[in-house]
């Protein structure tokens, strides 16, 4: 069965750096366009960067400048850089994996919070 797994999310202060790692279980992983989300409490989910499978990036506005998305096909990652966190950039952030009509998969999520 095919899984996005996230991690590195955790506690840090304002003007702090994560590195978030997502890893595909399945074989069209490297097909995929890779996005990262991120959902604050009462909040809508947001796209935040996009990776496609040429690794072609794209980013919010609201992280240009200061989120770096990456891929490793051989390790079947994808990496969300974040750095100069603020806290509202605080919230549950999400992998996703889609192949447009064909695959479309999601994380379980990991926490990031800014403390001020």
């Known amino acids: 069965q095919a899984q996005l797994v996230e991690s590195g999310g955790g506690l840090v202060q304002a003007g702090g750096s994560l590195r978030l790692s997502c890893v595909g279980s399945?074989?069209?992983?490297?097909?995929?366009?890779i996005s990262w989300y991120r959902q604050a409490p009462g909040k809508q989910r947001e796209l935040v960067a996009t990776?496609?499978?040429?690794?072609?990036?794209s980013y919010a506005d609201s992280v240009k400048g200061r989120f770096a998305i990456s891929r490793d096909k051989a390790e079947k990652t994808v990496y969300l850089q974040m750095n100069m966190l603020k806290p509202e950039d605080t919230a549950v952030y999400y992998c996703?994996?889609?192949?447009?009509?064909?695959?479309?998969?999601w994380g379980q999520g990991t926490q990031v919070t800014v403390s001020s």
């Open positions: 996703h994996s889609e192949i447009l009509g064909f695959s479309d998969y």
């Open positions: 399945y074989d069209t992983f490297t097909m995929s366009d």
């Open positions: 990776i496609t499978s040429n690794s072609e990036s």
